[in-house]
């Protein structure tokens, strides 16, 4: 009970600005801290660079979150739970947690990249709670804000604001959901009326999976083809009141329930469709296009693409939200996870009178400390993602390359934190055996909530997709700065350079210098240099290989390139993911040169060297296919992971408190030390009993004693 | 919609034994099924095959698990969702599902390989009345059989059939789940009142988890330590009321309710406690321990680790029965997915005016084809094993060989089936996007009730060591059987083996002889002699690594030997999965004998093909690493793998349909014809439009015909 007892202390003395781990009893295990005097974590330290810049925001956020009125029980019926969290809302709303995001004009302090940050801690209270604020006021009032003028936004925002409008974001329909250029809905201008007929026109143009839509919403940001003079000037949006002060649909308007859901309960996800539904010709937000009275259409953006892009770019927001979320919900996973594994002992091995802690066994590290670095990457590459977000959102860099850099980015890191996340939960609910299962332990209820973060907001195949053609163009542009007379050199040139990886004679050599040097090779696979020279190869040659593979397309029929592209798809999602990969490790690296004590800085490089290789262990196969490491590398990488895990072994519940996850959020009770008092109990009885002179004795004990005695009575 | 016509329409006028996919709509994309005229697979004849020896109880439960009173709707609080379970279950009861179980001077045909395929089906209707099923028959019910004698079972026995006595399994303890030796319950022997007192020590004996427990059970056959005369003589089965006909617990027996879980929320899982409960000295289930009225233990097996072990072996009943349901789960969910995937369209991609399906989609095929191909593969393993307990609990080969045997299996089957489960299920629920997400689709149901398969009836973690420690004593006493003189030699033989493997010399040769001849490469690729050597040797050679490794353990002290053999715990995981694979793959293998038509053995050799590949892919950089497979080879396998998919492509829903998933077992709208209705209604607008004159004319559209008409005029 000594061990840890500073710690322990401090953990309840300090304020919210030394976070430790406080909910953590004194574990008892073999290695449960690092031993007195040897090198440790500056837990603080670490968690002031994950707070990142808008760390302020971030401290208010985690503060709320912890507060038990925005928890929720974990049996309540759909309508319970909507009801619930319709009232959590009304309490965010009066405490104006999101008057960040507004500009100057409308009263806010336009720090986009604080509310972000701040809506972001919200998962740990209630993913249900966060994403229904995410409807509200990332969406449906981001939308008025974004593409609306100042008298739009002067006209709905307060209400909208303060829950006065609770809204829906009607963009997706029954029929299309990631492919938003083809929505059917349709907004006909009427000039004799000045108004738009706002119409759905079969069932799959049905809004669809909406926010708010199945009973809260009064008003919505409808997405509609605007059509004015028989010219389709493509999607816009359209501020619709959908329903009346009473909460009763509004004449034209239908609304269906989605009903029960796989999670994400308390918020009431419905359908939306329009029969000729007319509001006035200055519901259109207008900010990139517009009708005058008579029908005239204008718009300042001339290209129909771009304008649409432009529209939609408004919705990266989402994206950069979840990024964040999923890696919050990622670290609370691991600190239940971890915690537990700390405590929880079964099976004697190592010490026959005391179980072995689940930490312990390698296979616990291995299943649970790769995924704790995966998660240190994602939490440094969002911080990055946020900067880029607030630079455009704030409007400091708003330029266009910024914003697709921006969308580029975040379609990069969404669906690999959502992946992580989802996977991390899975991993760390089943190393908690059957405790995972029950529904107070958290870990269920948040796999169930995250589940559909891998596919709304931009489904992770689709974003991913996005981001292998960009790095495409990104290459293509890059061949076409070559005169056109070289591209055909440049072209052969890169086919050799990849054929040359591909010889065998090349590995064979490498092979040699290493030979009979693990030592070396540990050592070279653990510099930054090695690692970043194979994943940044990783992530160039995946794409250059693509590129090459698809220089046939472009004189191909639109038809065949197009079957052509499809031949290729699993190769660009995958150059996307060593992208993403690459993003990841750079982050990671950048985080460590501001970590200034020596030992954390060490521990934390181990933690990032864990990411490195396990990320190059897990794509090994291509690594030496390409000739890039050699065998005699490639089967070291295994033990040096293995030894890895052993190193940060001592370091694992600091890693986790640096994550600072409060009381209040972690509410599981296998990791608010009941586990550790139960042991207890049991090892006080044990040792009574063995002091005590009636305690049975074992049959085996009692035969094995038999046996020796017959053994000497024959001698 | 002709395409189809004949298929559709034989599917409505079959019976049951002609299954094909009732609940497809005619499919209109590209590809959906193979041209008139080309190969076809015969679904029947596949569906014969999967459904095996016990066919005829499978078709019972099919049509019972199809039947609406055994479904339930999606919105349930746990209260509700308990009381439908047990009302169901009391439906079962009457049809007496369970007698196939009985041995015949109970009544039954003691046919217990039909009685488990028979439970399997029932995953289909809900999960938790299966569960439920298994914990009333399958654990309490069986326990008194297998466990108790004649009289015991006479007493006990047929109010456990009929439900008059709901019981409990209590074997699990708060601290003690997959270490079932080290329970701490006791029943301790009083011979002056020829009375056992049953007694929780402390808080983390309480039996946990268990199924009935927190409300419904009457009985329980509780596993406690059994001491006698100052003995303990190790954990034996008693039977145990714990309530009143009323329902009210007995005096010292105490109950607590786990509440809300992850899924399966329609079992009532509690705990149990006894603070000295007296039960009749009788209540020992005796079949493998007794006591006389004066406390005098006798057992019929000498050895007490033998004879706990031989009790538990009962236990086997639930890992293969769980194998055979999750297999059957995943069945379920790709067929929801692939559906789903011919039917819905996203994109213009290859057409126009068209979009594509999503199947489509190279990535689409890449996702759910191989867990098709391993769902096939872990149904003929499941058969196999199916037929090894049959034999063993119905009494034809019940030697403790066969017996060690069969728990090899089943504790290899059982991991990689719910593990496979649990993926697929979550990749089809990913693959349909949001309609993924809504309960109704049944795919986040299924995943939640599923989650815990991982960890209950033997977490597959602690199952999987048990195989490798079973496989590396196989390979130990086959070093035994050399002469002692001759097991230096034979490690040196094996060692120089392994060198052998590992040097690039003999890979170079290989990819020379394969070099510029890719054909060679993929023919012999798909030959089953070379996948079956892969596989065989992947799966020796792990053994032999770890037991190379280990060899200096065995003159350690036992805590380090402990330590040396956590060392290496990853890699047996490793080794005990490679197992699991081969098995798999042999069952494939032998499976496509019994397909006599060559078009449909030829598809399922693809398929067969398409699981092998896969497996060797996924663990490639160890094939590459230990020269088994060359550089030429290894490149060629993405592409081979590529190239089966499409393959398979046009034969997509005749693989699903094999499966016999019925209407009543699919009861998601989305795999039920919605979204093709949708896009036709859809598609006749804007035929209509087309055809109309007043339909708008697109900007983009407008605008390329000006900048044409300008350009011609300046001409």
Redesign the interface.
């Known amino acids: 009970m000594t061990v840890d007892a500073d710690r322990s202390s401090s953990s309840i003395t300090s304020g919210t600005t030394v976070p430790t781990s406080p909910t953590s009893p004194t574990p008892t295990g073999p290695i449960p801290v690092p031993p007195a005097g040897s090198d440790r974590l500056d837990i603080a330290a670490v968690t002031e660079v994950l707070m990142g810049t808008w760390a302020d925001a971030r401290r208010d956020a985690r503060e709320r979150a912890a507060r038990p009125e925005f928890h929720r029980p974990?049996?309540?019926?759909?309508a319970e739970h909507r009801d619930l969290t319709f009232e959590q809302m009304k309490r965010l709303a009066e405490e104006n947690v999101s008057h960040l995001m507004l500009p100057e004009h409308l009263g806010g302090p336009n720090d986009n990249g604080g509310n972000v940050a701040s809506f972001e801690e919200l998962v740990v209270a209630d993913p249900s709670l966060q994403i229904k604020a995410g409807v509200q006021w990332g969406l449906f009032t981001s939308a008025i804000v974004q593409l609306g003028d100042e008298q739009q936004q002067k006209a709905w925002v307060p209400d909208a604001m303060d829950l006065t409008t609770p809204g829906a974001f009607a963009m997706?329909e029954?029929?299309?959901?990631?492919?938003v250029q083809?929505l059917?809905t349709t907004a006909?201008y009427d000039a004799s009326t000045e108004e738009w007929v706002l119409h759905t026109?079969?069932?799959?143009?049905w809004k669809?999976?909406l926010g708010n839509a199945a009973i809260h919403a009064k008003a919505a940001t409808v997405f509609a083809?605007l059509?004015t003079r028989?010219?389709?000037?493509?999607v816009h949006c359209f501020y619709v009141p959908v329903r009346d002060a009473e909460g009763e649909l509004l004449p034209g308007v239908r609304s269906e329930d989605?009903?029960?859901?796989?999670?994400l309960n308390g918020i009431d996800n419905g359908r939306l469709a329009f029969d000729h539904v007319r509001i006035p010709r200055t519901n259109l937000l207008n900010r990139y296009g517009d009708v005058a009275a008579d029908g005239t259409?204008a718009s300042p953006i001339e290209s129909?693409?771009r304008r649409f892009f432009t529209m939609l770019g408004t919705l990266v927001q989402g994206r950069v939200s979840l990024d964040g979320s999923a890696t919050r919900a990622s670290q609370l996973a691991l600190h239940i996870a971890i915690t537990y594994a700390t405590q929880r002992r079964?099976?004697t091995?190592?010490?026959?009178t005391r179980?072995t802690v689940l930490m312990?066994?390698?296979?616990h590290l291995?299943r649970l400390l790769p995924k704790l670095a995966a998660t240190y990457a994602g939490s440094f590459a969002h911080e990055q993602l946020l900067h880029a977000f607030d630079d455009v959102f704030s409007g400091h860099t708003d330029d266009p390359e910024a914003r697709e850099d921006l969308e580029t980015l975040a379609a990069a890191l969404k669906p690999t934190s959502t992946r992580l996340a989802?996977d991390t939960i899975?991993e760390c609910?089943?190393a908690c055996?059957?405790a995972?299962?029950?529904?107070?332990n958290q870990?269920?209820?948040l796999?169930?909530d995250l589940?559909?973060y891998?596919?709304?907001e931009g489904?992770?195949?689709v974003l991913l997709?996005l981001v292998a053609k960009r790095l495409l163009s990104d290459y293509t542009s890059e061949l076409k700065s070559v005169d056109r007379a070289g591209i055909g050199r440049f072209i052969a040139q890169r086919a050799e350079v990849l054929a040359k990886r591909?010889t065998?004679w090349a590995?064979?050599a490498q092979?040699l210098s290493d030979r009979g040097n693990s030592r070396r090779a540990f050592d070279s696979m653990r510099q930054s240099d090695f690692q970043e020279e194979m994943l940044t190869a990783r992530a160039r040659v995946k794409v250059e290989e693509v590129a090459l593979s698809l220089r046939a397309a472009g004189k191909m029929s639109?038809?065949?390139a197009?079957?052509e592209?499809?031949?290729?798809?699993?190769e660009m999602?995958d150059a996307a993911r060593a992208h993403a990969d690459l993003v990841r490790w750079r982050a990671f690296t950048a985080a460590l040169e501001q970590m200034e004590d020596p030992a954390t800085r060490g521990i934390m490089t181990d933690v990032r060297d864990l990411f490195g290789l396990s990320v190059i262990?897990d794509d090994?196969?291509w690594f030496?296919?390409g000739g890039m490491i050699s065998?005699q590398r490639?089967?070291q990488i295994g033990s040096d992971l293995?030894r890895l895990l052993w190193r940060l072994r001592p370091h694992v519940l600091d890693l986790v408190a640096a994550f600072d996850v409060r009381p209040g959020h972690v509410r599981a009770p296998i990791a608010l030390g009941g586990e550790h008092?139960?042991?207890e109990?049991?090892a006080a009885?044990f040792r009574a009993q063995r002091a005590s002179a009636?305690a049975?004795?074992?049959?085996?004990a009692?035969?094995d004693r038999e046996k020796k005695a017959r053994r000497s009575t024959k001698r």
């Open positions: 974990t049996d309540l019926t759909v997706t029954i029929g299309h959901g990631s492919d083809s059917a006909t026109p079969f069932r799959a143009a669809e999976f083809r059509i028989g010219v389709d000037h493509g989605d009903g029960p859901k796989g999670g259409y129909p693409g079964q099976f091995a190592s010490d026959p179980e312990d066994y390698q296979a291995h989802l899975q609910r089943e055996g059957g995972g299962f029950i529904s107070e870990l269920v209820g796999h169930q589940d559909v891998a596919t709304f489904d992770n195949t997709q591909h065998p590995r064979l092979d639109p038809a065949d197009a079957a592209v499809n031949k290729h798809q699993v999602l262990e090994l196969a030496l296919l065998a490639g089967r293995r008092e139960r042991q109990e049991a009885y009636d049975p004795v074992s049959e085996k009692l035969r």
